[in-house]
């Protein structure tokens, strides 16, 4: 380290300014972009049926997809080091505000449209004649 670290933002972030941290951020970004894509295609699998859940792993899918990818174009076209920190330090912020801030009550008011209609369930066939069907009743036949 020969500059004060302010200097080393506006230096292209390329092998030879950064030997310690290029290769790593690189490769990690494109590992962890394949990673939300197995993890979003695994999800959605499970999850099928619960569409604020999927909305939120499509959220978390692009978000990671776009900042990781950013990251890896930036290294490539050897942008300034401050574009490639402020596109990881911004993305890794509007993942964990997905995550943390915007889904939980979206979540939670799921869940307890899920918990009233396990209730009304289990209410509507507490009772065993519940689930079997009256015979129908013998009208008598009308004569003309």
């Known amino acids: 380290m020969t500059l004060p670290p302010w200097e080393y933002l506006f230096l292209a972030f390329r092998r030879e300014n950064f030997p310690d941290i290029y290769d790593a951020t690189w490769i990690a970004s494109l590992v962890v972009t394949l990673a939300f894509i197995v993890a979003y295609n695994v999800r959605t699998r499970q999850l099928h049926r619960h569409p604020p859940l999927l909305d939120m792993y499509e959220w978390l899918l692009w978000t990671g997809v776009i900042t990781f990818l ?75």
Do not use: C, H, N
């Not at 490539?76 to 505000?97: E, M, R, S, Y």
């Not at 979540?107 to 519940?130: G, H, I, M, N, V």
């Open 70 to 144: 950013l990251v890896a174009t930036g290294a490539l076209f050897l942008f300034d080091f401050f574009i490639v920190l402020g596109t990881l330090l911004i993305g890794l912020g509007a993942l964990l505000w997905i995550r943390f801030r915007r889904f939980p009550p979206i979540l939670a008011t799921y869940e307890q449209k899920l918990t009233k209609q396990r209730y009304f369930s289990k209410a509507k066939y507490a009772k065993p004649e519940s689930t079997i069907r009256p015979k129908p009743t013998r009208r008598a036949k009308r004569r003309r």
